[in-house]
Nanobody, 124 residues
Framework: VQLQASGGGLVQAGGSLRLSCAASGRTFSSYVMGWFRQAPGKEREFVAGINWSGGRTSYADSVKGRFTISRDNPKNTVYLQMNSLKPEDTAVYYC??????????????????WGHGTLVTVSS
């Protein structure tokens, strides 16, 4: 599985961005998908995850109520809608896929495939 994230950029605090992740492979619809991020000097952290059907999602406390993860299985794409962005959301965002789970987990070790990151910069 290859993952290609896009949609990052520079935005002012309070603004919005939508990240997209296009996946290759015919088994996309069976994977748990997610997003992680890594800010400069910090560890990589879980942001959001979604199960195969989209019926179950999970979010980090820091983004609950502001970010929404969704997926379009026929298009092999997962999205992260980010609203009310804050400077502390500045990070490289990574799209991930978990081939072995049924529900999204916050541990980075559960994810089998990682895309190249896309940089999100939120200015104050």
């Amino acid at each position: 599985v290859q993952l290609q994230a896009s949609g990052g950029g520079l935005v002012q605090a309070g603004g919005s961005l939508r990240l997209s992740c296009a996946a290759s492979g015919r088994t996309f619809s069976s994977y748990v998908m997610g997003w992680f991020r890594q800010a400069p000097g910090k560890e990589r952290e879980f942001v959001a995850g979604i199960n195969w059907s989209g019926g179950r999602t999970s979010y980090a406390d820091s983004v609950k109520g502001r970010f929404t993860i969704s997926r379009d299985n026929p298009k092999n794409t997962v999205y992260l809608q980010m609203n009310s962005l804050k400077p502390e959301d500045t990070a490289v965002y990574y799209c991930v896929a978990d081939a072995g789970s049924y529900t999204p987990n916050p541990s980075l070790y559960d994810y089998d495939y990682w895309g190249h990151g896309t940089l999100v910069t939120v200015s104050s």
